[in-house]
């Protein structure tokens, strides 16, 4: 599957939590994408996408490798590196990775608790757009991920247009809207926005009573 896409993986070093947040022009994004672990990192991988970056790069960190040494060494194994693109954060250190055959407006920022990255957009100043609002922003992890998508949709975002979105937090105080995902709509983006502001009222209605997000109560069997 290729992802052209624009994405971000982040960490909040208070609670130890990760995230990753992304938008493309292609279905299903939150299918394919993004991977997180609680206490471990985070990983977003696209463009000719490579699943086993995700699930074989967490692994790893969770055997005690750094998420660099991690993806370095996937990558080389990797015949398709050229057409990959991934970004990842542990919790000492984020990395990123274009291979020279993806395509169009394409790239990598790396910070300190965060990373960004794309291709086929509508311009570098996509990726300046998440960095700057990240940088701006407040709230937990899930808030400051879903508003730097928002500005780099805002910005040009996929210059083929957008159709998915998701939005992954693993964290040790699980959220209704942690895990999110849109697959198919004209405006992506607009769409995860909606339903995490539904689930946020809905979390606060519920409450987080000893650390539970939702008792469901399974449904009495009829006889």
Same mark, same amino acid.
């Given at each position: 599957m290729y992802f052209a896409t624009f994405s971000i993986v982040a960490r909040d070093n208070r609670t130890d939590d990760y995230g990753v947040g992304s938008c493309t022009a292609a279905p299903c994004v939150g299918a394919f994408l993004p991977f997180a672990q609680e206490g471990v990192g985070a990983i977003a991988t696209q463009a000719w996408v490579n699943v086993n970056l995700g699930y074989q790069g967490l692994e790893l960190m969770r055997s005690g490798l750094s998420v660099k040494s991690a993806l370095e060494a996937l990558l080389a194994e990797d015949a398709g590196r050229a057409r990959r693109q991934v970004i990842g954060i542990d919790k000492d250190s984020v990395f990123g990775y274009t291979g020279e055959e993806c395509s169009g407006a394409k790239g990598h920022l790396l910070h300190r608790d965060f990373a960004v990255a794309g291709n086929i957009l509508a311009s570098m100043g996509v990726l300046d757009a998440m960095v700057l609002t990240w940088k701006k922003s407040k709230g937990d992890l899930a808030h400051r991920i879903l508003s730097a998508l928002e500005a780099g949709q805002a910005a040009g975002g996929d210059s083929r247009g957008k159709m998915s979105a998701a939005l992954l937090v693993s964290s040790s105080k699980p959220r209704l809207y942690h895990n999110l995902r849109v697959d198919m709509h004209d405006d992506p983006i607009g769409e995860l926005r909606r339903v995490f502001d539904r689930c946020e009222k809905l979390q606060t209605e519920? *409450? @987080? @009573? @000893? *650390?539970?997000?939702? +008792?469901? +109560?399974p449904r009495t069997a009829r006889r």
């Open positions: 519920y *409450g @987080d @009573d @000893d *650390g539970e997000v939702l +008792r469901l +109560r």
